[in-house]
């Protein structure tokens, strides 16, 4: 059974403030989640990590752009030529909180046509779903443009209230 909206904040709260941490630095988080998460009340996911992973023989570089419904919140750059870009949630960049119809991506070539990046762009990002599950959604062949739900329907996550 999916946590409330309150519940699942909570728990995230405690997983990013640590085992040490004072009431204090808890309430704290929760009070960050609770007002940077949109309103919705079920199907609320947290992003974790994101990595991309560039696998092209030549240069070939690009910015992901990540938005929570109109908001940018996250660009990522990486050169395709054997690069590797990796966000982790920290304390002072903290997670994401997101459905799954409200958080995009947009891949911006910064060189040539971006028609072929896709075949050499790979990696992920890890979700954690209302009920405290993780997820690992591939990036391997997304498009131009897409939103989480579209990852999590790629992947074959059935079990997400989307």
Same mark, same amino acid.
């Given at each position: 059974?999916?946590?409330?909206? =309150? ?17 204090e ?21 947290a992003?974790?990590?994101? !990595? ?45 909180? !997101? !459905?799954p119809?409200?958080? =995009? ?9 971006? /028609? ?16 405290? *599950?993780?997820?690992?959604? /591939? ?12 990852l999590? *329907?790629?992947?074959?996550? !059935?079990?997400?209230?989307?």
């Open positions: 059974m999916s946590l409330s909206r =309150r519940e699942f904040i909570r728990n995230l709260a405690v997983l990013t403030a640590g085992a040490a941490a004072l009431p630095q808890i309430l704290a988080f929760e009070k960050l989640y609770t007002v940077n998460a949109v309103p919705d009340v079920t199907g609320l996911v992003i974790t990590d994101i !990595t991309l992973i560039g696998t092209a023989s030549v240069s070939k570089p690009l910015l992901m752009n990540f938005h929570n419904e109109s908001v940018q919140e996250l660009v990522l750059g990486l050169n395709c030529f054997g690069g590797i870009m990796r966000w982790l949630a920290v304390p002072s960049d903290p997670i994401r909180l !997101t !459905t119809k409200k958080f =995009r991506y947009e891949i911006i070539s910064l060189g040539d046509e971006i /028609s072929d990046y896709f075949s050499y762009l790979n990696g992920g990002m890890r979700i954690i779903d209302q009920d405290m *599950k993780q997820h690992f959604l /591939s990036f391997k062949g997304i498009h131009k443009t897409g939103t989480l739900e579209d999590i *329907k790629k992947n074959g996550l !059935t079990s997400l209230t989307l």
